[in-house]
C-alpha cells in the first residue's frame, strides 16, 4: 500500500510539473488545490503530498494555512545554481572512461539533433534531459550523478523559459554537437570546456530573457 501511494505521488507530482512547465500556471498564482485535484482525477492527499514536495524543491511557495503558489523565477538561483551543475558534469565525465564516453557519441549527436528538430517546448526539453542523462549514465560515482539530478531539480522549470527560444536550442545544438566530437576523440579536456560553455551559455541567454535584456554574454 505504501508503495503504490507513493506511486502515486510521484505521478501527481510530475503531472503538476508539466502543467508548470508548459505554463499553464502563471508565476506567482496561487494553486487552487480543489480544481486542480479534480481535474487531475485524484484525492486532496496525494495532491498535498506531491505540492509539498515540490515546495521542497523551491518550485513553489508554501505559506502555512494558505496554500501554495507558484514561486517566481530568481535571478539568484540561476547565478548559484548553473556554475555549481557545470562543475559537477564536467567532474562526472574526467571521471568517466575515455573509451565508454567515445562510445556513447553517436547517441549524442542524435540526441542533440532531435532536440534542435523537437516540435515544442516539452519535447525538446525532454530531448534535452536525455542528452545530459546519457553523457553521465558511464560516471562510477553514483553519489556525484544524485547530488547533480538533485541540484538540476531546482533549476529544472528556468529551462523551459531558455528552450522556448529558438536561437537558443540552435547554440545548444552546436555545444551538445561539438561536445559529442570531442568525447569521440577522446579530448576529455575539450569536452570539459564545451560542457561548462554549454551551461554558461544557458545561464546569461536565460538571464537576459529574465530581465529583459539583449546581454546574453554576461559581460
Known amino acids: 500500500m505504501a508503495v503504490a501511494r507513493k ?3 510521484e505521478q501527481v507530482r510530475d503531472e ?16 487552487n488545490e480543489v480544481h486542480l485535484a479534480a481535474e487531475i482525477g485524484v484525492s486532496r492527499t496525494p495532491l498535498r503530498e506531491a505540492l509539498a514536495s515540490l515546495a521542497q524543491e523551491g518550485i513553489l511557495d508554501a505559506r502555512p ?6 514561486a517566481a523565477l ?16 564536467v ?3 574526467t571521471l568517466s572512461d575515455p573509451d565508454e564516453l567515445a ?4 547517441r549524442l549527436i542524435e540526441l542533440a ?24 549514465e558511464v560516471c ?7 547530488m547533480i539530478n538533485d541540484t538540476k531539480r531546482v533549476v529544472h522549470r528556468y529551462e523551459h523559459a531558455y528552450l522556448g527560444d529558438r536561437e537558443s536550442v540552435q547554440e545548444s545544438l552546436h555545444q551538445h554537437t561539438r561536445i559529442a566530437e570531442a568525447l569521440a576523440a577522446r579530448d576529455l579536456a575539450a569536452a570539459a570546456r564545451e560542457l561548462e560553455s554549454n551551461w554558461k551559455t544557458s545561464m546569461y541567454r536565460l538571464l537576459a530573457r529574465i530581465n529583459g535584456t539583449s546581454d546574453d554574454t554576461g559581460e
Open 7 to 9: 506511486l502515486l505521488r
Open 74 to 89: 530568481s535571478e539568484r538561483d540561476i547565478r548559484e545554481s548553473y556554475p555549481i551543475i557545470a562543475q559537477l558534469e
Open 113 to 136: 539533433e532531435r532536440m534542435a528538430a523537437a516540435g515544442d517546448v516539452r519535447e525538446t526539453q525532454r530531448a534535452d534531459d536525455e542528452w545530459h542523462a546519457s553523457l553521465l
Open 140 to 146: 562510477p560515482n553514483g553519489r556525484l550523478i544524485d
Open 16 to 31: 503538476i510539473l508539466d502543467r508548470l512547465l508548459q505554463g499553464r500556471f502563471p508565476v506567482g498564482s496561487r494553486i
Open 65 to 70: 494555512n494558505r496554500g501554495y503558489w507558484v
Open 91 to 93: 567532474l562526472a565525465i
Open 103 to 106: 562510445a556513447l557519441a553517436p
